[in-house]
């Protein structure tokens, strides 16, 4: 099964960009990268998922590498309400498997 | 919006009990989902259903139990409760077999006595 890598934790200031790094260096080619976020007290919320190329929603994009192994999330204006756990997952037979993710902290 | 409830936030039972946790969804969602979630260890799929009377087991489905006998709703069953089975809960559900965004409820924290 691939699995994910990523920093236990992370911190960011209000208003700048967060970037999290993914690493998934045994994806396979039809292997979709996921990521979801977790505040405390709360149940995972889907973020945005992607296959091969660049992806952008309205809360953050994903920027996955040519080749693959990597991938990065970004929040283009962090604020203190996305202070959260935040996982990436690799979709292995219509499974999502969390790992512990990284803990965004957003400070003013 | 989906919502996805769960009958209790907190709940607290004894070692041997028979335990339901309740999760339904009000969008039509074909696939459902319980997790349970503990420190250092993330989420864990215990058993997931694609459709009504349907169930799969995951990963650790050892000691429990579900039940799907309506669409929207999905039933775990902890048969005897036990200290280990002391856990947040995470009910999931979404639209279809191969599209995995899944809504999640808010969590049902069980303690076993």
């Known amino acids: 099964d691939a699995k994910t890598t990523q920093p236990p934790s992370m911190d960011c200031a209000e208003g700048r960009a967060a970037n999290l790094p993914c690493n998934h260096s045994t994806i396979s080619g039809n292997e979709y990268v996921y990521w979801y976020r977790q505040i405390h007290s709360q149940g995972p919320q889907y973020i945005i998922h992607?296959?091969?190329n660049n992806e952008t929603n309205e809360m953050a994009s994903l920027i996955i590498t040519e080749d693959r192994k990597s991938s990065t999330l970004i929040l283009p204006h962090a604020t203190l309400r996305d202070t959260a756990v935040y996982y990436c997952?690799?979709?292995?037979?219509?499974?999502?498997?969390f790992g512990t993710g990284t803990r965004l902290q957003v400070f003013p | 919006d989906v919502k996805v409830t769960q009958s209790s936030r907190y709940l607290v039972k004894r070692t041997g009990e028979k335990v339901f946790l309740e999760c339904v969804q009000d969008?039509?969602?074909?696939?459902m989902f319980w997790y349970r979630q503990d420190p250092g260890l993330g989420l864990r799929l215990i058993y997931f259903?694609?459709?009504?009377?349907?169930?799969e087991k995951g990963d650790i489905p050892e000691g429990y139990s579900v039940s799907r006998e309506k669409k929207e709703r999905f039933s775990l069953i902890l048969e005897s409760a036990s200290t280990n089975q002391t856990s947040m809960y995470l009910c999931a559900s979404s639209l279809v077999r191969d599209y995995n965004e899944q809504f999640f409820g808010p969590g049902t924290r069980l303690t076993v006595l």
């Open positions: 259903s694609y459709d009504v009377k349907m169930k």
């Open positions: 969008m039509d969602h074909e696939n």
């Open positions: 992607g296959l091969k």
């Open positions: 997952i690799v979709l292995t037979s219509d499974k999502l498997i």
